[in-house]
């Protein structure tokens, strides 16, 4: 789901009730942990961590004007998404995401591409997600969608 806001608190306050401490939760440790470098904005109309064009120009090949987007988080319909654009173009990244998931949450991974989906929003590996926030700095990152995604 879109919700129409401009911050990345106005989304937290537009999602369902029962949603918003898994959300805020979520948020924190990605912020917590995520490198310096990267700035929390609205992007596709969800929270989005991305590299301001500042530290990269060029912005996202799909929208230059658009800064290169990095996480997102979403309460969608049914689930709330983390996507991780690192997992999508690095294959050792995702091969140690999917291997450590289970040493945190008893249910099968539910992944898409770049879309990790939770239905139950107390099930959500904290932890987990903030160790993987941690894994790309923006250079590394930068590198790595100049490599693997912007010349396909």
């Known amino acids: 789901m879109q919700y129409k806001v401009n911050t990345p608190d106005e989304y ?8 918003k401490e898994a959300m805020q939760n979520l948020r ?3 912020l917590d942990n995520l490198p310096k470098g990267f700035s929390e904005v609205i992007s596709y109309g969800m929270i989005g961590f991305v590299v301001p064009h500042e530290l990269y120009p060029d912005g996202y090949h799909c929208d230059p004007k658009l ?5 997102n988080i979403a309460s969608q ?3 709330i998404a983390v996507y991780h654009a690192g997992i999508y173009a690095d294959k050792d990244l995702m091969d140690w995401f999917v291997g450590e998931y289970p040493k945190y949450v008893k249910t099968k991974l539910d992944m898409g591409k770049s879309c990790v989906r939770f239905k139950k929003p107390d099930q959500i590996p904290l932890e987990l997600i903030g160790k993987l926030a941690t894994k790309l700095s923006v250079s ?3 590198e790595i969608y100049e490599t693997n995604i912007k010349k396909r």
Do not use: C, M, T
């Not at 937290?12 to 949603?19: H, K, L, N, W």
């Not at 800064?67 to 996480?71: E, H, R, Y």
């Open 67 to 71: 800064p290169l987007p990095f996480i």
């Open 12 to 19: 937290i306050d537009a999602i369902p009730q029962e949603r």
């Open 28 to 30: 924190q440790v990605i």
């Open 140 to 142: 590394e990152w930068i």
């Open 77 to 79: 319909k049914n689930f």
